[in-house]
């Protein structure tokens, strides 16, 4: 099946500094990557939906200058967040799909999990 | 306002009993509907994917059921395995091209 490709999966920062996590589609054409953030036993929330080649479009509460959603080919979205905070430590995680076809798969990333010391 | 939504929020069942799981939903124009797993710091991962045709898909030991007359779905595990503890989270889509409205996830722990 298609693969979504996090990367990287595991990373720890410092306070005050950027992180960028990537999201690739390995084998299909993502028209609409999703970015999510999951805290310890709590459901997905979608922090914001990005289509290639436009502005992602994000959830309420969630700060479009903090976190940094850029879809600038069928294959790749990053999100970068900047100038993490401790409460930013969460698993990030991205899914991906092709909406042009009627029943388009989603696909998951394996998550990236930050810890901002 | 399209909403989905799952019940129980979580379950604890023994090993090798049955279980069903709900979505309920409010999507419209509706699409598809699709069942994932997702294990404890890791990304989810499809287990099956409905249409408004559908009424019953298999994959395994689940099962998932879709009445998209009264918008309810439901995902039937048979003969659990402790491999089976996780979150099960319900996605609705509606028109190709339209949002996905994930529910919160229902969390299943399976114990011996």
């Known amino acids: 099946g298609a693969v979504v490709s996090q990367h990287p999966s595991w990373v720890i920062c410092k306070s005050g500094t950027s992180v960028k996590i990537e999201c690739r589609s390995l084998d299909f054409q993502a028209t609409t990557m999703f970015w999510y953030r999951q805290f310890p036993k709590q459901s997905l929330m979608l922090m914001a939906t990005?289509?290639?080649?436009?502005?992602?479009?994000?959830e309420q509460g969630v700060e479009k200058d903090k976190f940094l959603i850029n879809h600038a080919s069928l294959t790749l979205s990053t999100l970068t967040v900047t100038s993490a905070h401790p409460e930013d430590s969460s698993f990030y995680i991205c899914?991906?799909?092709?909406?042009?076809?009627?029943?388009?798969?989603?696909?998951f990333g394996e998550g990236s999990r930050l810890t901002v010391l | 306002k399209n909403q989905v939504e799952q019940s129980p929020q979580s379950l604890i069942i023994l090993e090798g009993k049955n279980c069903t799981l709900q979505?309920?939903?409010?999507?419209?124009?509706?699409?598809?509907l699709r069942w994932y797993k997702q294990d404890t710091g890791r990304g989810p991962v499809s287990l099956t994917i409905m249409t408004f045709s559908e009424n019953t898909k298999s994959n395994g030991r689940y099962t998932a059921t879709l009445d998209a007359d009264t918008k309810q779905s439901s995902l039937h595990i048979t003969a659990s395995q402790l491999s089976d503890s996780a979150s099960y989270i319900c996605?609705?889509?509606?028109?190709?091209?339209?949002?996905?409205?994930f529910g919160k996830g229902t969390t299943l722990s399976v114990s011996s």
């Open positions: 899914s991906a799909t092709d909406l042009r076809g009627r029943t388009g798969e989603l696909f």
């Open positions: 990005s289509n290639e080649g436009s502005k992602a479009t994000y």
């Open positions: 996605v609705v889509s509606g028109q190709a091209g339209t949002a996905l409205i």
């Open positions: 979505c309920n939903y409010t999507v419209s124009p509706f699409s598809n």
